[in-house]
């Protein structure tokens, strides 16, 4: 049977619509930085959730090829996640904002086994493959971060993504009650300080995202998104919704 991440780590992947404390560990991610409004069909973001996609799939199936990388083994390609902000101040998903002020992080976890040697050899199968991606992965658009998010708060949003702020609400009310703040990243449009334009400098973010494993300077608004909107109905959907905490200080 293959690997499935949101089953061995179910506390990661699969929590209650109750709130609750997690200290997220290092993980490996390939991520695409971006702006813009992600409903636009044909958009930035679209395109990038196919570059993520053709980057993963074949990483997967390596395993029907003449060659493997040390560690491999088959597996359940994880979820699509994201990291957001928009506008003055910390960005924490409780206003809707003007979605094309909104930047991103587009995100899809990696086995470990995914090193940057193999990342390279991927991309390079995935350009022969789809010579329509060659162009954004010669810029290097698509890059490999591994980073962790240390301690957090989570809860589980079921429902349109437009109904989060109720939920994101719920979640704020349980960090105060546990002494703790939200820890995101504030500053403009961006943890980087750039506006939501096309000047927005994406590989700066990811940069400052790849921290080796440690617990980056910039920590982000988070949702891992367990249901594809293209098959679910809205009312279906299930989304993880995670902040970043710290102690409050007095």
């Keep these: 049977m293959a690997y ?39 958009g930035t973001y679209q395109e990038v959730l196919g570059l993520l996609y053709a980057f993963s799939y074949t990483a997967k199936m390596l395993k029907m090829g003449p060659w493997q990388p040390e560690g491999y083994f088959d597996y359940v390609v994880p979820p699509l996640e994201g990291l957001w902000w928009a506008g003055a101040g910390a960005f924490d998903g409780s206003r809707i ?8 992080v587009s995100l899809i976890r990696q086995p470990d086994f995914v090193t940057p040697e193999v990342f390279e050899r991927v991309c390079d199968m995935v350009a022969q493959k789809k010579p329509e991606l060659g162009p954004a992965l010669a810029a290097g658009e698509l890059r490999l971060v591994r980073f962790a998010e240390g301690p957090c708060a989570q809860v589980m949003h079921k429902g349109p ?31 980087e300080g750039h506006v939501a334009t096309a000047a927005f400098d994406g590989g700066a973010l990811l940069e400052a995202l790849d921290a080796a494993g440690a617990v980056p300077a910039v920590r982000l608004h988070h949702e891992i998104y367990l249901g594809d909107p293209r098959r679910t109905k809205p009312e279906n959907l299930k989304t993880v919704i995670r902040h970043p905490v710290r102690p409050a200080v007095d």
């Design 161 to 191: 993504y437009d109904e989060e702020p109720a939920t994101i609400a719920r979640l704020s009310a349980f960090v105060a009650e546990k002494g703790l703040v939200p820890d995101i990243a504030s500053g403009g449009e961006s943890p």
């Design 97 to 104: 904002a003007e979605k094309d002020a909104l930047s991103w």
């Design 4 to 42: 499935d991440f949101k089953r061995e780590y179910r506390d990661l992947y699969v929590p209650k619509t109750a709130p609750a404390l997690i200290d997220v560990p290092a993980m490996t991610f390939v991520a695409v930085a971006g702006t813009g409004d992600p409903n636009v069909e044909g």
